[in-house]
Nanobody, 124 residues
Framework: QVQLVESGGGLVQAGGSLRLSCAASGRTFSSYTIGWFRQAPGKEREFVAAISGSGGSTRYADSVKGRCTISRDNGKKTVYLQMNTLKPDDTAVYYC?????????????????WGQGTQVTVSS
């Protein structure tokens, strides 16, 4: 069992940066693969990035590759998404997703646990 809380969203100008956090409770956080997803109004939820429990494996969507970095600090039970060179198209609610199974399951949004989301708004 794990509970997830996203934070770090806000309003930023195009070209700016944000660091999102996914903070977790639970005794076995390091066992969980964590993924970031986003959803804009009227659009489908889309995968952004994922990281394995140890941090040894990462995945990125083509739309953010080169601009975003996912990382984790298991001591703090937190996964981070550093987002640079933000674009208006990055505007969405960002969610984290956790699962004990493979990173492939998480990239498809199949993790057992979701947070409530944090709003990212990028102005032009």
């Amino acid at each position: 069992q794990v509970q997830l809380v996203e934070s770090g969203g806000g309003l930023v100008q195009a070209g700016g940066s944000l660091r999102l956090s996914c903070a977790a409770s639970g005794r076995t956080f390091s066992s969980y693969t964590i993924g970031w997803f986003r959803q804009a109004p009227g659009k489908e939820r889309e995968f952004v990035a994922a990281i394995s429990g140890s941090g040894g494996s990462t995945r990125y969507a083509d739309s953010v590759k080169g601009r975003c970095t996912i990382s984790r600090d298991n001591g703090k039970k937190t996964v981070y998404l550093q987002m640079n060179t933000l674009k208006p198209d990055d505007t969405a609610v960002y969610y984290c997703n956790a699962d004990l199974r493979s990173i492939g399951i998480v990239t498809r949004g199949g993790g057992d646990y979701w947070g409530q989301g944090t709003q990212v708004t990028v102005s032009s």
